[in-house]
């Protein structure tokens, strides 16, 4: 058991984590004001192909494809200086490029995956209606064949990079067998006639990335813009987001891991009652926690992306990684703002916005609650 990064990951935290405090830290609480992403910043992200994490050079990727812990470290990084970014590119990157290389057939690649890839295109995964959110079997969106054409018709809610995006896997319910609705999975580009961008959601936190609602009206798909098998959209959807989840873990574990270091660099500096509150034991106790939370989050993240990297399953290590991160996250912004006191309310503090943004993790890519019944199930099969 080998728990030493390799050269290469270690140079890759480095480099990103010079430019995550380069460029994004400067102008990250004016994004967050202005719920719009800094384009000075994506344009740098995307020469530096961080929008291609995952995908191999062949395609335009950054050809970190069998490196599923370097990708985590890259997200943790940037999810350490704004949680905004690291779901942009987190998303972007594990929920639509990723997919489509994994499942895509070669034309579909060379057509989608490659603009995506170089960060021409933003991706986005359209998975959650207003009655399909934890229920992932409950897609109204209907796809309804028409000779060598699907006729897509519905909206969808809460969509990751939605306002933005120009590529995305849209699952939609393509008929029934029995009882059962068959869900399949459409790649769309936003040029589509009949597609639109409808309200843009204001959030609590993570302000910069955009959340919109996004609505189809007879918008037509043509039968090589299927990804997989017509009516395997639910399994694959589930296998979609099992690979988001370590995303999501390593964007909050840099959540946790920034909540963690801010409230160091503030206790080793505020003084109360002629000392550093850093002295006090009541403070130490509290990053005592923190520290020891973010190390369980790394060991769970780091493991899941591992045994990915190994071909082997890592539904239940994703599931189990985004539930503690999330709750680590939301713990280290909690105890941070405690330690920051009436500091910590004020905007001139980061804590201010990373309190707000943990709370994003507990919710999206599956609840803390759904994560929890998604470790249960794995562990009753087993008895």
Known sequence: MDFELTEKQKMIRKLTREFAEEYIAPVAEESDRIQELDPTVMKKMKELNYFGTCIPEEYGGAGLHDDTIAFAIITEEIGRIDASWAIT???????????????????????????????????????????AGSDAGGVQMTAEKDGDEWILNGS??????????????????????????????FIVNSDTPGYSVGVKEDKLGCRASNTSELVFDNVRVPDDQILGNIGGGFKLGLQILDYGRIVIAAQCLGLAQGCLEEAIKYANEREQF?????????????????????????????????????????????????????????????????????????????????????????????TSEIQRLVIASHMLRKR
Not at 107 to 128: C, D, H, N, R, S
Not at 173 to 180: A, C, L, M, T
Not at 339 to 360: N, Q, S, T, W
Request: hydrophobic share 40%; aromatic share 10%.
């Open 89 to 131: 590119t987190g998303v972007h990157c594990s929920v639509c490029a990723y997919p489509i290389y994994k499942y895509g057939t070669e034309e579909q690649k060379q057509k989608f995956l490659i603009p995506v890839a170089k960060g021409e295109k933003i991706g986005a995964f359209l998975l959650t209606e207003a009655n």
């Open 156 to 185: 969808k809610i809460f969509a990751t990079n939605g306002g933005i995006a120009e590529t995305m896997l849209v699952v939609a319910k393509s008929g029934e067998k029995g009882s059962r609705k068959e869900l399949t999975v």
């Open 274 to 366: 002629g000392v550093k509150i850093a002295k006090f034991q009541g403070i130490q106790w509290k990053i005592a926690d923190m520290a020891t939370d973010v190390e369980s989050s790394r060991l769970l993240t780091y493991r899941a992306a591992w045994l990915c990297d190994q071909g082997q399953p890592y539904g239940l290590a994703g599931s189990m990684a985004k539930l503690v991160a999330s709750e680590a996250a939301m713990n280290a912004a909690h105890q941070a703002l405690q330690i920051h006191g009436g500091y910590g309310l004020m905007k001139a503090y980061p804590v201010e916005r990373y309190f707000r943004d943990a709370k994003l993790g507990e919710i999206y890519e599956g």
